[in-house]
Structure formats: C-alpha cells, structure tokens
C-alpha cells in the first residue's frame, strides 16, 4: 500500500514542472519598450488577466503574444516563448534564468488571461502587470513562469 502511494506521489509531483522550448533565436524588440520595476508596477489598461472577461474585438487580437525572459536588465536581449503554446495553470521551468522579463503583442490589447514569473521551484509568482513593457525584477533572479 504505501508502495502504491509513492509511486502515485512521484508521478504526480514529477509532472509538477515542465520545461517548455526556446525559440531559437534571442530578440531585442522589447529593449524599445517602457523599463518599469516589477514591485513598483502599477495597473495599466492593458492588463494581463482582463477585468469583465474576453471581449469580442480583443479576443481576436490577443495572439500572437510572446513571452519574453531576459538575462539581461531592461530587456536588451531575450528569449521568446509563444504564449499561444503554453499550457495553462502549470508551473513552467524556462531553462533559463533571467532578471527582466515583457510580453510583446502587437495589437497592444491585453490577454484575457495572467502570465506569472517566479524564482525556482514554483513557491511564488509576480503577475506581468501589462503586455508593451519591459520589467525589471531588482533583487532577484526568476527561471520559471506560468500562464493561469
């Protein structure tokens, strides 16, 4: 019985994190963007995790949006990862770690959904405030993030 147990438990667990793909080249399109502090960002109208739900006009424009993790401050040089891909309400381990992070989207209208970046090992997470800026995370270095 308690055999039967662990192997339940490691299975679940050891689907806890998965490590999702890099795009293959690095991009320096969010280093135009607006440098904000992660900590001291405040609300804009284009949030992540839309107030009052989808709208019609938006929920066609949401895509494409690319999550971008940067190992450098203010989003100089990035890595790129298709928000249309990821799967959502799973702790994602980027394979990397970074210090500023951005969500490019053309359309500039906002997701219906959040995006979250975090230290190691899935504890905790800070929400992406706004999609067309660039955060800085001061004081910390983050590899995984998650789309719920």
């Not at 502090?37 to 066609?60: E, M, V, Y």
């Not at 249309?84 to 980027?94: H, I, R, W």
């Amino acid at each position: 019985m308690l055999f039967s147990f662990a192997i339940a438990a490691i299975a679940f667990f050891g689907q806890a994190v998965y490590a999702s793909p890099l795009s293959a080249e690095t991009t320096s399109v969010a280093a135009s963007f607006p440098v904000l502090d992660i900590t001291s960002a405040k609300a804009h109208p284009n949030i992540t995790l839309g107030h009052g739900g989808i709208h019609a006009d938006a929920a066609q424009a949401e895509f494409p949006a690319t999550l971008l993790l940067c190992p450098t401050a203010s989003c100089i040089s990035c890595f790129g990862f298709d928000l249309s891909v990821v799967p959502t309400n799973e702790c994602l381990a980027a394979g990397l770690s970074y210090v500023s992070v951005a969500i490019n989207q053309p359309s500039n209208e906002g997701l219906p959904f959040g995006v979250f970046i975090g230290p190691p090992g899935c504890a905790s997470f800070l929400q992406i405030p706004a999609v067309n800026t660039c955060y800085n995370i001061n004081g910390a270095t983050f590899s995984d993030y998650a789309v719920a």
